[in-house]
């Protein structure tokens, strides 16, 4: 199955919010990928930081989708976008050395 990459950074809007507040959401988000990977499906989530080690460059979502619709759907449930607290880019990983399998085959 092919995988896709969503990147994601918080809107304006969503640092307005108390800390709190986006800690809520990112519970949520955490525990809608604790679920998908409870029923099989392939996917790691995380966040990036800078030189420091200070997050702020956004997050990654990567996994497995029959093909792009149905990862864009699957997407519109992550509680991150469909609360609207991030702008998101999603895209097909395409390897050209055949790594991509190489990966999904090393996963198990």
Known sequence: MPLFVKKEKFKDTTFELTRSERKKFLIMHKEWVKSIVKSGIYIQSGYLINDIKRPGGGGL????????????????????????????????????????????DHLG
């Open 61 to 104: 979502l990567i996994f497995e989708a029959k093909d792009y619709l149905a990862a864009k759907n699957f997407i519109k449930n992550d509680p991150m976008i469909k609360h609207e607290l991030v702008v998101w880019e999603l895209h097909e990983w395409i390897s050209i050395d055949g790594s991509q399998q190489k990966f999904l």
